[in-house]
C-alpha cells in the first residue's frame, strides 16, 4: 500500500505533498479508497470521465477487442477500430477530412504545431509564427509549452522554448485582442493560431463568448493563417455543444481531442484536418510526408475503448443527462452568485466555475490546498486551480451527488 515509497507524481513538489489517496476501485461518478470511503469525483479525474468509472459497457468493448487485436504497429497496418473510430469522428466533424492518432493532449497539439508549421513549408511559404491567447495551456511538451503562457510550470525551460505572440484573454480585453490579432497577422509570417475555444481550462476555467472566437478566426483566415483548436479539455460535451468549435461560425482548420474521447478510460488523442492540409503532404517527394509517430499511435485498445465511449455518448440518456446537468448548474451559478461570496461565477455547458476573493489569487495560493484538502474530507474530489473552484462532472453524476458537490463549493 506505500506505492508512494516508489513513484515520482506529477504535478507537486513531492516534499510537501500530502501522501496520495490509495484509490481501490471506481463506480459511477464515485471513486473508493482503501479504508472504504468514497470521493464524488466532481473534476472527472483531470476532465477525462464522462461515462463514470469502470464503465461496464466500455470494459467489454476493450476486453473483447483484446482478444481479438491488443496492438499492431500503425505504420503499413491498419486495423477496424482506428478506421472505424476515424470514420465516425468525421461524421460529427464534417470540415476535416483526415485524422491523425497520437496517445494525449499535448501530443495531438504537437502534431498540430509540426502540421501547420509543415504545411506552409511543403506549400513554399516558409512561415513560422504561432499566435496564442494569454492564460493559454496546451500541454507539458516542448512544444506544447512555446505556444502556452509562460508561468512557473514552464519557468526552467523558457529559453529553450520557441517565441509565441500572445493576444490579450478576449474574455476581459476583447477589442485589444482583436486589434493586436490585425496586427500580428498582418506580418504575413503567421502560420498558425492556437487557441482554447470558449474555456481557457487550466487558466482557471476563464470563458470567453464565441463571437469574439468568430472575429479573430475570420481575421486569421483573411491572413493565410491555420486555425487550430484545442478541443482536449472542452470537446464532447463539456461546454453544451460535442465541441465548443460548434457554437461558432467560423470553423479550425485542425481540432485537437484527447480526454473524454475514451470516457477517460485510455490514453488516445486525435488531430483532425482539412483535406488542403493533407494535399500538402502528398507528394512523390519523401521529404514532405509527415514523419511524426509514436509506439501506441492508433492504439486498437484505446480505439475500441473511444467508439463504445462515443456510442454512450449519443444515447438520449447520456445526452438528457447533459442537459440535466446544464440547467442544474444554472440554477446553482444563480444562486452561487447571490450568495456574494464568489467573484467571477460562470458556466459554460456542464463547466461551473468561481472564484474564492483572496489577497494572492495565484496557482500556488494556499486557498487551492485548503478548499482541496476540506473537500476531501466532505467525500469530494474538487481540484481547484489556484482560487477557482470548478465543478466539471462525469455525465452520470446524480442530482443528489450534484447537491452534495454545490453544497461543497457554498460552504467554501
Ligand atoms: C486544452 C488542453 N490542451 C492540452 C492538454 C494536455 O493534455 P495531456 O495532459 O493529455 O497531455 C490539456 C490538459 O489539461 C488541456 O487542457
Known sequence: MHAEKNIWYPFGQQKTSRDPIFITHGKGSKLYDADGKSYIDAISSWWTNIHGHAHPYI???????????????????????????????LEHLPTFSKVFFSDNGSTAVEVALKMALQFWKNSGKDKQGIIALDGA????????????????????????LFDSIYLPFPGSHPDAAIEQMRRACAS??????????????????????????????????????LCIA??????????????????????????????????????????????????????????????????????????????????????????????????????????????????NVRQCGTILAVDIPVKDPGYFSNIRDDIYYSALEKGVLLRPLGNAAYVLPPYCISDEELDVVYNTLFEL
Not at 476493450?62 to 497496418?77: A, D, K, P, W, Y
Open 137 to 160: 495551456y496546451h500541454g507539458d511538451t516542448f512544444g506544447s509549452m512555446s505556444v502556452s503562457e509562460r508561468d512557473a510550470f514552464t519557468a526552467p525551460f523558457h529559453a529553450l
Open 188 to 225: 504575413g509570417n503567421i502560420a498558425a493560431f492556437i487557441y482554447e475555444p470558449l474555456v481557457q481550462g487550466a487558466a482557471g476555467m476563464q470563458m470567453y463568448p464565441p463571437e469574439i472566437l468568430d472575429q479573430l478566426i475570420r481575421i486569421a483566415k483573411e491572413h493565410d493563417v
Open 59 to 89: 470494459a467489454d468493448a476493450v476486453n473483447r477487442q483484446f482478444h481479438t487485436l491488443e496492438h499492431v504497429i500503425f505504420s503499413g497496418f491498419t486495423h477496424a477500430p482506428a478506421e472505424q473510430l476515424a470514420e465516425k469522428l
Open 230 to 343: 484545442d478541443e482536449v479539455m472542452t470537446g464532447f460535451y463539456r461546454t453544451g455543444s460535442l465541441f465548443a468549435s460548434d457554437q461558432c461560425k467560423e470553423k479550425p482548420d485542425i481540432i485537437c481531442l484527447s480526454k473524454g474521447i475514451t470516457g477517460g478510460s485510455m490514453p488516445l488523442s486525435v488531430t483532425l484536418c482539412k483535406q488542403e492540409i493533407y494535399d500538402a503532404f502528398y507528394s512523390d517527394e519523401k521529404g514532405k510526408a509527415f514523419w511524426h509517430g509514436h509506439s501506441y499511435t492508433g492504439h486498437p485498445l484505446a480505439c475500441a475503448a473511444a467508439l463504445a465511449s462515443l456510442e454512450l455518448l449519443m444515447l438520449p440518456s447520456t445526452q438528457e443527462a447533459i442537459q440535466r446537468i446544464v440547467k442544474r448548474h444554472h440554477a446553482a451559478e444563480a444562486l452561487l452568485a447571490s450568495s456574494g461570496k464568489f467573484e
